[in-house]
């Protein structure tokens, strides 16, 4: 079966602008959670959408925010970019929420630059 | 907060044992393990549950110390496919985020 599709795989945006990830999970599955991942950070958990509603939200600035759609297809968007934003952002597709015993399956990311 | 691992680099010889440990400061009801080969995604290695034994996977295994708020993941006879970065990722409650710790780098030589 396919895989955790992330698009686009690699962006480059300006301070100030915005942007929009997309993640396509698993057939299936109906849980996506976001990270952010850095050099020496590990994986930054950024939320979590069940169902088309957001169960769990990390620590980000309200510029970082997500939706789902009835398909289960996940976006994030990221306003105003600072030059701190840049990283690797993952999804991770699971059947159920993520904890409840199960495991995650995570995309290729979008590599992000902000110059 | 972040889970701490421990050691954050380690590099063994093909053959030798390796333990990589993750502490958290709060009351865990689960830990999680993945492993990411460079440039590519995270990999699920298991998931140890509050009260649960501890697991293991071919020669990859994980204990769970609900009293210490530790886990640690034990690689014996390591094989140069074992070269990653490992992840532990913890809940302090169930359904709760998932927060992962800074990632322990492996490298397997010759």
């Known amino acids: 079966k396919a895989g955790v599709t992330q698009t686009p795989r690699y962006l480059i945006k300006t301070r100030g602008q915005q942007v929009t990830l997309s993640c396509s999970p698993i057939s299936g599955h109906r849980s996506v959670s976001w990270y952010q991942q850095t050099p020496g950070q590990g994986l930054q958990f950024l939320f979590e959408y069940f169902s088309e509603t957001q169960r769990n939200k990390g620590n980000f600035p309200g510029r970082f925010s997500g939706r789902q759609f009835s398909n289960s297809r996940s976006e994030m968007n990221v306003s105003t970019l600072e030059l701190g934003d840049s990283a690797l952002y993952l999804c991770a597709s699971s059947l159920v929420p993520t904890g409840m015993n199960t495991e995650a399956f995570f995309g290729q990311g979008t590599r992000l630059t902000v110059v | 907060q972040q889970p701490v691992q421990s050691p954050q680099a380690v590099i063994l010889r093909e053959g030798e044992d390796a333990v990589i440990n993750c502490s958290s400061s709060?009351?865990?009801?689960?830990v999680h393990w993945y492993r990411q080969k460079h440039g590519e995604a995270p990999v699920f290695l298991m998931i140890l549950l509050k009260g649960g034994e501890q697991k293991g996977h071919e020669k990859i295994s994980a204990s769970f110390n609900e009293k210490k708020q530790q886990s640690s993941l034990y690689l014996t006879a390591s094989q140069l496919s074992y070269s990653g970065t490992y992840f532990c990722?913890?809940?302090?409650?169930?359904?709760?985020?998932?927060?992962f710790g800074g990632g322990t780098r492996l490298m397997v030589k010759p």
């Open positions: 990722g913890t809940e302090d409650g169930a359904g709760n985020m998932l927060t």
């Open positions: 709060k009351a865990l009801y689960s």
